[in-house]
């Protein structure tokens, strides 16, 4: 019994540490963004980086995702009378809920996997070492430009997202189904307003934010050899999309 | 001048460093002998304070690098390069901005200086031709030698060299020691050069330090360590000397 608590003991304090260092690493990271020299050529290389690996992937999977939610709410409209709401059902989904949450998701396994390997390489290879042998701050050349690359990534490509999915919705519920341009579109002008854009964007924000700071993290505290490095980027996946789910929630409850 | 003190340090239950001593005086060449798994190299990453030990002290020119903080902190690493055995070449770079890199960050040196004394560097290592490889392109050896010259170009008063010739062919070996002396001439750094080598090396080398058991067996003038009557150290000279496979066949007959 003393041996249980002991042995939770224990791990409660390693967990605890271990979230204090994660904490502690995203306010290094924050500070750095704005610790000048600041790296600009470095945040546009991410940027690109970031945007190539995911965008057709984005454009992609936002326009099924338009598609299919015109498809449903055409169908469950209707048996109200009410198919001309479908645009405002497919542009409110997508702009407060769907568009944030998906597309960080997917840059979170596009980009942040690529990132926590990349970095985790990097450590197990002491390169990160060598940096700091020459007196050079890998939060000044690596998590400050990723992270701002990130938060300006997700918050573009969400709006990509967006814009593609809700078109997608019209190609759909139009051409198939023969829902009128107007009322389609009308739908969306009348009840969209400009608070669904702006919460829409800050939640984009706060997972591009999740996205870098996780992948970062576990990457430069990757574990011993290839495994480790695996299961880094495995990890950064699994726990940047946790945490953009609980803050999705967390952020809905308080803005709608 | 390096002084290192009762220094310990224990990984993963194994006590590595069991209480080293050891002096390096300003502007001479040392080597760090040892046996595989001795652990030279985690001394030699706890002198530069990558690791930090559990105990004792490493004074660089009298400042202790694992108390320092901030500017001072700063200033003994600017005297400081490391070789590394592995490289730890930045591999998202090409050779040249491997080199350019650190000086474009930490120097007010134009890109024309840069730029000269990179490419003087890559070529007394003989990597001219790679300058817009990427690591990753480069042999083991090429590799090492590209790593060499990274570690030189900021021209470092304190250099720890982590076996710069393990993995070469003899000849670049020899040319690589040939460069670490001349450059040792030409700017009178101090130097650890880490090494199970040591034939080669003595010829460039003031003192001898070998690492047995977690401790500075003995640390002395390369004729003087060819004498020292210590089994660990015997036998780390006539395997040195006779290489492997006599030192096998030498242990099985008797
Ligand atoms: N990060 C680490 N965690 C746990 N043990 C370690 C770690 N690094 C080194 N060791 C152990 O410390 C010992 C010394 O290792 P070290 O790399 O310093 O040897 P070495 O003398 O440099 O050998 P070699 O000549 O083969 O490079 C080894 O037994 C190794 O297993
Ligand atoms: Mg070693």
Request: proline share 5%; net charge negative.
């Given at each position: 019994m003393i041996d249980f608590f002991a042995k939770f003991g224990r791990s409660a304090r390693y967990s605890v540490g271990r979230l204090g260092l994660f904490g502690k690493f995203l306010g290094k990271t924050l500070l750095y963004i704005f610790v000048p020299p600041i790296k600009l050529d470095r945040i546009i290389n991410r940027i690109n980086f970031i945007g190539t690996k995911s965008l057709w992937l984005i454009i992609l999977i936002s326009a099924f995702t338009g598609a299919v939610m015109g498809l449903h709410g055409q169908h469950t409209l209707a048996q109200f009378g009410a198919s001309g709401r479908v645009g405002t059902l497919v542009s409110l989904a997508l702009l407060r809920e769907l568009g944030p949450v998906v597309c960080a998701i997917m840059v979170a396994g596009r980009a942040g996997s690529s990132i926590a390997s990349e970095l985790g390489v990097m450590q197990i290879t002491e390169q990160f070492d060598a940096l700091k042998i020459m007196n050079l701050n890998p939060f000044r050349y690596f998590m400050a430009p990723i992270f701002v690359a990130s938060l300006i990534s997700v918050v573009l490509l969400t709006g990509i997202f967006n814009f593609v999915g809700i078109f997608a919705g019209y190609f759909v519920t139009?051409?198939?189904?023969?829902?009128?341009y107007g009322s389609y579109f009308g739908g969306v002008i009348d009840f969209v307003i400009f608070n669904d854009i702006l919460y829409g964007s800050i939640k984009a924000f706060v997972f591009g934010g999740i996205v870098a700071w996780v992948s970062t993290y576990k990457g430069f505290y990757t574990g011993r050899g290839a495994e480790g490095v695996g299961r880094a980027s495995t990890e950064a996946v699994v726990l940047s999309s946790v945490l953009i789910l609980v803050s999705n929630y967390i952020m809905t409850s308080l803005m709608f | 001048m390096i002084v290192v003190k009762n220094l310990r340090k224990e990984l993963a239950a194994q006590q590595v460093l069991n209480g080293v001593d050891m002096t390096v005086e300003d502007g001479e060449i040392l080597a760090l002998l040892g046996a595989s798994g001795a652990g030279k190299s985690v001394l030699l990453r706890t002198l530069v304070g990558l690791l930090e030990p559990d105990s004792g002290e490493v004074l660089i020119d009298d400042v202790d690098i694992h108390r320092s903080r901030g500017k001072e902190l700063a200033s003994i690493r600017d005297r400081i390069g490391m070789l590394f055995q592995a490289g730890a070449?930045?591999?998202?770079?090409?050779v040249y901005d491997n080199l350019a890199f650190p000086l474009r960050e930490k120097t007010r040196m134009t890109r024309t200086q840069i730029n000269a004394r990179v490419e003087k560097y890559l070529q007394r290592v003989g990597l001219s031709e790679a300058v817009d490889k990427y690591p990753a392109e480069l042999s083991g050896g090429m590799q090492k030698r590209a790593a060499l010259a990274r570690t030189l170009v900021g021209e470092p008063k304190i250099i720890f060299f982590d076996?710069?010739?393990?993995?070469?062919d003899p000849l670049i070996g020899n040319s690589i020691l040939r460069l670490i002396c001349d450059l040792h001439e030409e700017f009178k750094f101090t130097a650890v050069i880490v090494t199970h080598n040591f034939q080669k090396v003595f010829q460039i080398v003031n003192r001898v330090a070998m690492l047995d058991e977690g401790v500075i067996r003995i640390q002395t003038t390369p004729e003087e360590f060819m004498e020292f009557e210590h089994p660990s150290v015997q036998n780390f000279v006539i395997e040195a000397l006779q290489g492997p496979l006599e030192a096998v066949k030498n242990d099985s007959q008797g």
């Open positions: 139009g051409g198939l189904l023969g829902v009128s | 070449l930045f591999d998202s770079m090409t076996e710069p010739t393990t993995g070469l």
